[in-house]
Structures are given as structure tokens and as C-alpha cells.
């Protein structure tokens, strides 16, 4: 479903303006489309024939439109993202839907809305709950094939934290419980409590899939890759599935596999793009003619 979120403290972090200013909810719906009204199984028809994305009048942000009509959030926000790439990658997942608007194919647009709605402390306590069982700190002993792919996928993370903050990371072997150092545990919250909205979102999906607070602050610390990213969150299954295959069909290990790439994949793609300078690439409303301005068609990515 796409969600809940509020805004954070104004700042800057890695570049990313946090804004300050305080956002009411549109008083009426009249000509706007709310995406709350989309069913989360993907069963809403499609109901507009094109996306388009639009300057936000006297702001940097960009603002996604349909036939024409702006989009609000759930909680009857404004969907207005901070620039026109990633106004372009969330106008190009709605031009992608088929007969059905299918919001778990949308995760670009899941996590604006996501930055925009959802209530910041409360996902920041949330967070900080998963420390003392974050799945990067427990190990096995055997099978010894899993405890090797656990230290080659999983150590880096710890060796980050460690030698470029300082912090001491606790970890264990088998299921017995352990507490993190309570300096370690404040060094992590002000970490989360840095980010802005947008990387927040992130974190948070990131933090949802791979069961771990640590990897989401290393990717948003942009200190992984798609796939080193992707490796640890898996770790586990990755072994199971190279042990014993992969299983096929709808009962097989597909949605368990892939579910969790989309969402770090697209995570660590939302981030790249907040740090981007590109030029908008979606198709970009022009007001007074009433339609596309074939001049606003970009060929080229870049400025």
C-alpha cells in the first residue's frame, strides 16, 4: 500500500536538501487524483491514459500528473519529489501499468509517497528497535558453506562501522540473544535521525526486506552496491538455493527471492537519483498548450 510519512528537519545531507517547511493536505480532492482510493492487490482498472511530469510553480521540486490532474498521497499530500529524474522514473512506472494499476510494481512511487506521509519518529523508533536482533550480527557455526558466505557478505558491514566510525558491533553464533553497546546504539540513532525523508523512506524499505538496521544505514551511507546490498540481505536463502536449486512455480522460491531485490534495488536507484543532475526524461506538461511540447521530449539524459 502506498504509505504514511511526514516531513523532517530542514539540513542538508549528502546533498539532498531536507525541507523545513510545514505541508498541509489539499482541503479538496477537486481536481486531483488520490492514490488512496488504488486497491493495493493491483484489481483498480486503469483509469488515465498517460503520465506526465510538471515544475512545481516557484520550487525546484517536479510533480507527477495524470491526464493532466496532480497526484496526492493517501494522507492527501502532494506528491511533489525533488527533481526531475525522479519525477520521471515515478511518471514512467504509471505509463508501465497494463488493464490494472498494480502498486507493488510501483516502487519508486511507493517510497515518495512513503517520504511524504508516513510519521517520522515513529519509523525512526521502529528502527532502532531491530538493533539488538539485527540479522547482520547472528551467525552459524555450520553448515560450514553458510558460515562462509555469511563472512564474506555480511563482515564488510561490520568492518565499515567499525573502522570508519569507531563503533564496537557485537555479533553471535546460533540464536542466543545479545545487546549492542549503548554508545554504539546512540551512534546509530543519530545516524537514522541525519537523514532526510527522502533516504529515510530507504532505509526503512531496505531495513524491512533484509531484517537489518545496519545494512540499511550502510546503503543509505552509500557504501553498497545492488548486489553487495542484495547478498546480505539474502545471505541465508542465496545458500538454501544453491545447496538444494531453486524451486519453480507459484509455490516456488521466486517472490522470496525477488520481492526483497526490487525493493533494495530500487532503494539504492531512488538514492543514486536524489544525488543526480539529469535532465527530466519523462514526458514534461506544458500548460499552455495544452499537451506535450514535443520540445520537452529530452533525447539526451544529461544537462
Keep these: 500500500r ?4 511526514s516531513l523532517g528537519r530542514g539540513m542538508e545531507t549528502y546533498g539532498v536538501r531536507r525541507f523545513a517547511k510545514k505541508i498541509k493536505p489539499v482541503p479538496s480532492l477537486k481536481g486531483y487524483i488520490n492514490v488512496g ?12 491514459k498517460e503520465a506526465q511530469i510538471a515544475r512545481v510553480e516557484d520550487s525546484d521540486e517536479w510533480t507527477i500528473l495524470l491526464d493532466g490532474r496532480p497526484i496526492v498521497t493517501e494522507d492527501r499530500y502532494r506528491l511533489h519529489v525533488p527533481n526531475a529524474t525522479i519525477a520521471s522514473a515515478i511518471a514512467m512506472e504509471w505509463d508501465m501499468q497494463g488493464e490494472y494499476v498494480k502498486p507493488f510494481v510501483m516502487p519508486m512511487m511507493s517510497l515518495a509517497a512513503t517520504a511524504i506521509d508516513v510519521d517520522r519518529q515513529k519509523i525512526i523508533a ?8 539485527d540479522s547482520i550480527c547472528y551467525r552459524v557455526k555450520s553448515p560450514l558453506g553458510l558460515a562462509r558466505m555469511q563472512k564474506k557478505f555480511l563482515d564488510p558491514i561490520i568492518k565499515y562501522f567499525r ?12 540464536i542466543n540473544p545479545i545487546t549492542q553497546p549503548a ?7 543519530q545516524f537514522i535521525e541525519d537523514t532526510n525523508k527522502w533516504e529515510l523512506a530507504v532505509l526503512k524499505s531496505v531495513a ?7 545494512l540499511a544505514i550502510a546503503v543509505v551511507h552509500r557504501k553498497m552496491t545492488i548486489k553487495t546490498a542484495y547478498n546480505a540481505a539474502m545471505a ?17 522460491h521466486g517472490i522470496e ?4 531485490r526490487l525493493h533494495i534495488a530500487s532503494g539504492i536507484t531512488f538514492l543514486d537519483m536524489l544525488d543526480s543532475d539529469y535532465a527530466p526524461f519523462g514526458k514534461v506538461h506544458d500548460p499552455s498548450k495544452g499537451k506535450d511540447s514535443a520540445k520537452n521530449k529530452l533525447s539526451k539524459n544529461k544537462k
Design 2 to 5: 502506498v504509505g504514511k510519512f
Design 37 to 48: 482510493g488504488i486497491k493495493p492487490n493491483g484489481q483498480t482498472p486503469k483509469f488515465y
Design 126 to 133: 521502529k528502527l532502532l528497535s531491530y538493533m539488538d536482533t
Design 163 to 174: 573502522e570508519e566510525h569507531g563503533l564496537e558491533i557485537y555479533t553471535t553464533e546460533g
Design 183 to 189: 554508545e554504539t546504539k546512540l551512534k546509530l540513532a
Design 208 to 214: 524491512e526486506v533484509g531484517y537489518s538496521t545496519l
Design 236 to 252: 541465508e536463502r542465496l545458500y538454501q538455493v544453491r545447496k538444494w536449486g531453486e524451486v519453480k512455480g507459484p509455490y516456488g
Design 257 to 260: 527471492l525477488e520481492y526483497p
